[in-house]
Each structure stands twice: as C-alpha cells, then as structure tokens.
C-alpha cells in the first residue's frame, strides 16, 4: 500500500491549499481516511477524516469550517481543502487509512497505513 500525500506548500495567512492523498494498492473508499498534523515540537494532531460509507466527513474544532475533505472514488484521492489558513496550521500533514471505527477517528493510532506527510507553512 502506497499512500501519497502532496500539495503543501508556502502560503500568506488568510491563503488556500489542497492536499492531495493519492493511493495504490488500496481503495480509498473501503477504507476510514483521516488527516494528521504535526507541527515542531507538539504532538500529532487529528485534522480530519472521511467515512468509509457515504463519504461523512468529521472535522476537529480547530478546522471546523475552514477545511473540508472530499473523496474522488474514480482517482482513489481524498483532498483536504484549507481555506483562511493560519500561522497555527503550520505542520507536516499526512494522510493515513485504516479500517477505523468512529470513535477512534481521531486516534492516530488506529490508523494502519501512511502516507510520508506534506509541510504547510503559514506566514503571518
């Protein structure tokens, strides 16, 4: 399994980005997909994930109208769009997969595959 994460990059606050999380060897849509950050020296932090059926989309507080995940099932790629980014959404992001029950979404640890993560920076 192979999970490719791109579309970081280096953005003004207030800017755009959209991740991209590309798989191989899997398909997305059997699967949980949820986004990971990580920023120096803090902990991972859960971003947001889609379901498996129906494509439901969960997000933390933090994101909560800002970010929005969606899912082309024909390109096997879930997308995570960042709007009105800001400084504290500096982070390598990654995607990971795993067969995950909704309680656990927004545990890392419950994920089984990753992808190698994209930095976003934020300038203020």
């Known amino acids: 399994v192979q999970l490719q994460a791109s579309g970081g990059g280096l953005v003004q606050a207030g800017g755009s980005l959209r991740l991209s999380c590309a798989a191989s060897g899997r398909t997305l849509s059997d699967y949980v997909t949820g986004w990971f950050r990580q920023a120096p020296g803090k902990e991972r932090e859960y971003v947001a994930a889609?379901?498996?059926?129906?494509?439901?989309?969960y997000y933390a507080d933090s994101v909560k109208g800002r970010f929005t995940v969606s899912r082309d099932n024909a390109k096997n790629t879930v997308y995570l769009q960042m709007n009105s980014l800001k400084p504290e959404d500096t982070a390598v992001y990654s995607c990971a997969i795993g067969r995950v029950i909704l309680s656990a979404y927004r545990d890392y640890e419950a994920y089984t595959y990753w992808g190698q993560g994209t930095q976003v920076t934020v300038s203020s």
């Open positions: 889609t379901s498996r059926i129906g494509g439901r989309t």
